[in-house]
C-alpha cells in the first residue's frame, strides 16, 4: 500500500499545521546549538555558557517532541481518526529525528574538552570549515522542505546529504592514513562521524516529503 504524500495529508488535516511549526521550532533550537558547537570546535570560539546556548536548547528540544508526540497519541485516541494515522506516523519519525539532531551536535561539542591544549586551528579549518557550511545550510533547507512540502527542495536535501556522508566518509579515509598527530586525528574523526550523522538524519526528515509514509527513512535504498 502507499499512502499519500506529506502535502496532501496536510491538506486534509488542520490539527497537523501547529506541530509543523513545532518542529520547526526543533529545528532551529538545532540549528543554533550547531552554530555554537561547531563554532568552539572548529574555530575555536569562546566556549561561552554551554548551558544556555546548547543544553538548555537541547532540553527544549525534548520538550516539544514529547509535546508533539502526546499531541499525536490524543489525536488518534479520537473517535474516527483512523484517517490520520499516515499523518501520525510522518510526525512520530520526523521527531525523532529531531531530538537525535540534539543529541548528536552535544557529541560535536564534547570534542571541544578531547581537543589538544592549544590546538592547531587551521588543521581544524582545513577539514572541518566546509563541512561545517554546507551544514549550516541544511538546516535551513530541511526545515523549509518540510514546512512548505517542497518536494523539489527535499529532494535536494537528500541528495547533497548523502553526497555529504560519502565525502566524509573519503574524508576520514584521508585523515587517518595521515601524518597529522594521533590526538587531532582522532578529534577530527569524530567531528566527522557526528557531522554524517547530522546530515543523515536531515535526510531522513526530508524523506517524510518525498517519500510514501511506508518508505520513510528508505529514500533511494532498494526493495529486495
Keep these: 500500500m502507499r499512502f499519500g504524500s506529506i502535502l496532501d495529508l496536510f491538506k486534509e488535516d488542520n490539527w497537523s499545521n501547529d506541530l509543523v511549526e513545532q518542529i520547526g521550532e526543533m529545528l532551529e533550537l538545532a540549528e543554533s546549538m550547531f552554530t555554537f558547537a561547531s563554532g568552539v570546535v572548529v574555530n575555536g570560539d569562546p566556549d561561552t555558557d554551554p548551558q544556555a546556548n546548547l543544553y538548555s536548547r537541547d532540553k527544549k528540544i525534548n520538550k516539544l517532541e514529547r509535546k508533539i508526540r502526546r499531541r499525536v497519541v490524543s489525536r488518534l485516541s479520537v473517535k474516527g481518526s483512523r484517517a490520520e494515522v499516515p499523518s501520525a506516523l510522518i510526525f512520530m519519525n520526523v521527531v525523532k529525528d529531531g531530538e537525535r539532531l540534539g543529541d548528536y551536535i552535544k557529541n560535536v561539542h564534547e570534542i571541544y574538552d578531547m581537543q589538544p591544549e592549544n590546538p592547531d586551528r587551521a588543521l581544524y579549518q582545513k577539514w572541518l570549515s566546509e563541512p561545517s557550511k554546507v551544514i549550516s545550510e541544511l538546516f ?75 518508505m520513510i527513512d528508505f529514500y533511494d535504498e532498494p526493495e529486495h
Design 140 to 214: 535551513g533547507r530541511t526545515r523549509g522542505a518540510f514546512s512548505e512540502s517542497d518536494e523539489a527542495l527535499a529532494g535536494m536535501v537528500i541528495k547533497q546529504a548523502k553526497s555529504q556522508g560519502r565525502e566524509y566518509e573519503k574524508m576520514i579515509r584521508e585523515i587517518t592514513a595521515s601524518s597529522i598527530p594521533t590526538h587531532d586525528a582522532v578529534c577530527l574523526v569524530l567531528v566527522l562521524r557526528f557531522y554524517k550523522r547530522l546530515v543523515a538524519h536531515m535526510s531522513n526528515i526530508c524523506s517524510t516529503v518525498v517519500m510514501p509514509v511506508d
